[in-house]
């Protein structure tokens, strides 16, 4: 709603297709697009360059965007279990959003604390 992109980092690579297919069944609207560090080279790269061109308005992700290209169009990043990463690796994490004047939003999910 806010004309950004969004990543969804979700740092399981065999459950990644069907988080992906959740946000689809929720967002219909949703262009969702998936990126991993065990696909191959040119298919992420391909992922990627969707991503910055705004074909992709949502990627779902692993850490591998932790270094990754620039795209000043990402506002929001939501981190799946969050509470499996350092302190660091969620600065470093958040850094990937917010590179232009729009305001960013990180949101840190974590499971449900049950007594």
Do not use: W
Request: net charge neutral.
């Amino acid at each position: 709603m806010r004309g950004g992109q969004v990543y969804y980092l979700h740092n399981e690579v065999k459950t990644i297709e069907q988080t992906a297919e959740e946000i689809r069944a929720m967002i219909p609207e949703a262009r969702v697009g998936v990126g991993h560090g065990q696909m191959r080279e040119r298919e992420l790269e391909q992922v990627m360059t969707d991503f910055y061109h705004k074909r992709y308005n949502v990627l779902v992700c692993t850490t591998i965007i932790e270094t990754g290209i620039d795209v000043p169009n990402a506002n929001t990043i939501v981190i799946d279990r969050a509470d499996k990463f350092g302190l660091a690796q969620l600065h470093q994490l958040r850094g990937r959003v917010g590179r232009s004047h729009h305001q960013a939003y990180a949101y840190l999910m974590t499971p449900i604390q049950k007594p």
